[in-house]
Antibody, heavy 114, light 110 residues
Framework: EMQLVESGGGLVQPGGSLRLSCVAS????????LHWVRQAPGKGLEYVSA????????FYANSVKGRFTISRDNSENTLYLEMGGLRAEDMALYYC???????WGPGTMVTVSS | QSALTQPPSASGSPGQSVTISCSGT?????????VSWFQQHPGKAPKLMIY???KRPSGVPGRFSGSKSGNTASLTVSGLQAEDEADYYC??????????FGTGTKVTVL
């Protein structure tokens, strides 16, 4: 069964850092680009970041550029999102999703609060 | 990049049809065929319902259909069923590896 499972969310103070992970299974991870999409409580979906299959191309939304870093380890079938300088507006459920958005993980919640 | 504009809500009785619009610009919906639609039930991850404007992934019922005209895309759900009650989001490729999502529409089955 093809699956994505996120982890690493939690409570962090404003200005703090967190690293999210997304472990994939059931498909050839190294062949596909991946994305991070977030959803603030009670709000809509927001596109955050993307990385190509071999990791040489990345994209960041303006709202996170310079603070977040996307990366991947194809030997471990894992996608990462390093989050720094966290703000209240970064509080959201973070989903990893496949190229084409046909597969989504259940999400991991990031709470930014003092 | 601004979010695509969707109506906040839509509704219909069982068996009826409902159409949701997704208004973008010539920089996203108007230029690219990569328009998708997602269904999201409360507490669940989004589910892809339509991709490339009008294609349905395997397992999505045929009563879900998509179209596009100019800068506006549309999702039609025909023969509404109780389980179709959910939030629906559109998305479009916006160039330079960027995607933009719609504001979301809550569909209620009366």
């Amino acid at each position: 069964e093809m699956q994505l499972v996120e982890s690493g969310g939690g409570l962090v103070q404003p200005g703090g850092s967190l690293r999210l992970s997304c472990v994939a299974s059931g498909f050839t991870f190294s062949k596909y680009g991946l994305h991070w999409v977030r959803q603030a409580p009670g709000k809509g979906l927001e596109y955050v970041s993307a990385i190509s299959a071999n990791g040489d191309i990345t994209f960041y939304a303006n709202s996170v550029k310079g603070r977040f870093t996307i990366s991947r380890d194809n030997s471990e079938n894992t996608l990462y999102l390093e989050m720094g300088g966290l703000r209240a507006e970064d509080m959201a459920l973070y989903y990893c999703t496949s190229d084409g958005f046909d597969m989504w993980g259940p999400g991991t919640m990031v709470t930014v609060s003092s | 990049q601004s979010a695509l504009t969707q109506p906040p809500s839509a509704s219909g009785s069982p068996g009826q049809s409902v159409t949701i619009s997704c208004s973008g610009t010539s920089s996203d919906v108007g230029t690219y065929k990569f328009v998708s639609w997602f269904q999201q039930h409360p507490g669940k991850a989004p589910k892809l319902m339509i991709y490339e404007v009008s294609k349905r992934p395997s397992g999505v019922p045929g009563r879900f259909s998509g179209s596009k005209s100019g800068n506006t895309a549309s999702l039609t759900v025909s023969g509404l069923q109780a389980e179709d009650e959910a939030d629906y989001y559109c998305s479009s490729y916006a160039g330079s590896n960027n995607y933009v999502f719609g504001t979301g529409t809550k569909v209620t089955v009366l």
